[in-house]
Each structure stands twice: as C-alpha cells, then as structure tokens.
C-alpha cells in the first residue's frame, strides 16, 4: 500500500517562502504523475501544480509564477517552492500520487499566510 509523508508546512508572512515535501513508499516502481492541491474549508481541493515522470508540469493560474514544483524520481519525492506567499494560499495542502492502479493522497499539511 502506497503511502505518503508530506512535511513543510507552517506559519509564514505574506511575501514569505516556504517548500513542501512529499516521499512516497511503499514498493511504486515509476511514479506517473505527482502533485500538490489544496483545500480551504467549505471549499472544493484545487489543483495546485503537477508534475509527470518526464518532468511536465502544469500550474493553475493563481500560483503560475509564484510556486514551483520538482521531483526527484529516484527517491520517489516531490516537492513545492512556493515564494511570494499571499494570505488566500492558506488552505490544507495536499500531496497525490497517480501509478498504475495507484491514485493516493496524503494526510494534508497547512500553510497559513498571516501577519
């Protein structure tokens, strides 16, 4: 069973930095897709970035330019820079894993943007 440990997240200010990891184990050969999303309450989870093994990625419009997903595939980890932090980034940020019959998400860290 597939299994995810994400880590990183925490208290910035607006305008700060912070990166979120994600690991996952559990016996994946090749990972196909990895990503982040984040979720607010009484919000629907929205796509934050993705990243493909062949290393395409895909943002959504309010994070394009400001964060940066990477991956290391060997180690079966993903990440998320995220700069220029603003107070609507706050939410539960998620790590997701699709593999052949594999489609897992992690428990969810926070990131709260706040003076």
């Known amino acids: 069973q597939v299994q995810l440990a994400e880590s990183g997240g925490g208290l910035v200010q607006p305008g700060g930095s912070l990166r979120l990891s994600c690991v996952a184990s559990g016996g994946i050969n090749w990972i196909a897709r990895m990503g982040w999303y984040r979720q607010t309450p009484g919000k629907q989870r929205e796509l934050v970035a993705t990243?493909?093994?062949?290393?395409?990625?895909v943002y959504s419009d309010s994070v394009e330019g400001r964060f940066t997903i990477s991956r290391e595939n060997a180690k079966n980890t993903v990440y998320l820079d995220m700069k220029s932090l603003k107070p609507e980034d706050t939410a539960v940020y998620y790590c997701?894993?699709?593999?052949?019959?594999?489609?897992?998400w992690g428990q969810g860290t926070q990131v709260t943007v706040s003076s």
């Open positions: 997701n894993v699709v593999a052949v019959g594999v489609n897992s």
């Open positions: 990243i493909t093994g062949g290393g395409i990625t």
